[in-house]
């Protein structure tokens, strides 16, 4: 009988109470972007709004970064002129909108060879030469995301 008993108890009434385990947290994505036009203003506005425990802005290239500097984007990003600078750095990823095929597919083989994944709207540069950087993200395990390019 008491082994009848005992059979009819829940498991959570039988077993010790567990504890939780500690929520690990994840690194912050580092994002670099790459032009800051139209469209990388829209972003670098979007990352500085959103920002969270996910991810951060940490670098905006482009040329004449004094003209382009606005007052939202924090402090602690870095804004640089040099393009060796952002594919040097340790972000995570690396957002091309500057256009075209040079230079800007060059920057994304050598962010994708540095370890970035690697997110572009660049219609011409994934018309052109779509699977050279696909094949070349695969390899290096990165991802090359390319949904925006399509959009227009």
Partial sequence: ???????SKSKSQSKPASR??????????KIAIACIGTVGRSVSKLLCQ?????????????RNVGRKKVDWVPSSV????????VLSSDADIFVELVGGVKPAGDWIQEALRSGKSVV????LL????GPEPVELAR????RLEYGASVAG
């Fill in 1 to 7: 009988m008491a082994a009848k008993q005992n059979r």
């Fill in 20 to 29: 939780k385990k500690p929520v690990s947290r994840k690194k912050k994505l």
């Fill in 50 to 62: 959103e920002a969270n425990d996910t991810f951060e802005l940490t670098h905006i290239f482009n």
């Fill in 78 to 85: 870095r804004w640089t002129e040099s393009i060796n600078e």
């Fill in 120 to 123: 572009t709207a660049n219609k």
């Fill in 126 to 129: 994934i018309a052109e030469s």
């Fill in 139 to 142: 390899e290096a395990g990165k």
